[in-house]
C-alpha cells in the first residue's frame, strides 16, 4: 500500500501548484481522500477533502477559493489544485486515504 505525491516545489506569490497523489496497492475510491499540510514548528492540518465519488468536497477557510481538490477514480489518483499561492501556503503537504494511508509527503515553497 502505497501514496506518493508530487507536484511540489517552489513558486513566487501569487503563483499555481497543482498537486497529485497516486495511489498503489488499494482503490481510493472506497475512501474518503485529504490534503494535510505541515509547516516548519507547527502541526499538521487538514486543508481539503473530497468523497468517494468526488461529490462532495470540503476547503479550510484558509485556503477556499484558492485551492481545489479533485479526484480521479480511474486513475487512482487525487490533485489539489493551489492557485493564488501565498507565503503562508509553505508547508510539508500529505495526502491521505480517510486517516488509515499516508503519503511521505511533497515540499511547497512559496518565496520571491
Known amino acids: 500500500v502505497q501514496l506518493v505525491e508530487s507536484g511540489g516545489g517552489l513558486v513566487q506569490p501569487g503563483g499555481s501548484l497543482r498537486l497529485s497523489c497516486v495511489a498503489s496497492?488499494?482503490?481510493?475510491?472506497?475512501?474518503?481522500m485529504r490534503w494535510y499540510r505541515q509547516a516548519p514548528g507547527k502541526e499538521r492540518d487538514l486543508v481539503a477533502t473530497?468523497?468517494?465519488?468526488?461529490?462532495?468536497?470540503y476547503l479550510d477557510d484558509s485556503v477556499k477559493g484558492r485551492f481545489t481538490i479533485a479526484r480521479d477514480n480511474a486513475k487512482n489518483t487525487v490533485y489539489l489544485q493551489m492557485n493564488s499561492l501565498k507565503p503562508e501556503d509553505t508547508a510539508v503537504y500529505y495526502c491521505a486515504a480517510a486517516a488509515r494511508y499516508w503519503g511521505q509527503g511533497t515540499q511547497v515553497t512559496v518565496s520571491s
Open positions: 473530497i468523497s468517494n465519488a468526488g461529490d462532495n468536497t
Open positions: 496497492g488499494f482503490t481510493i475510491s472506497g475512501y474518503n
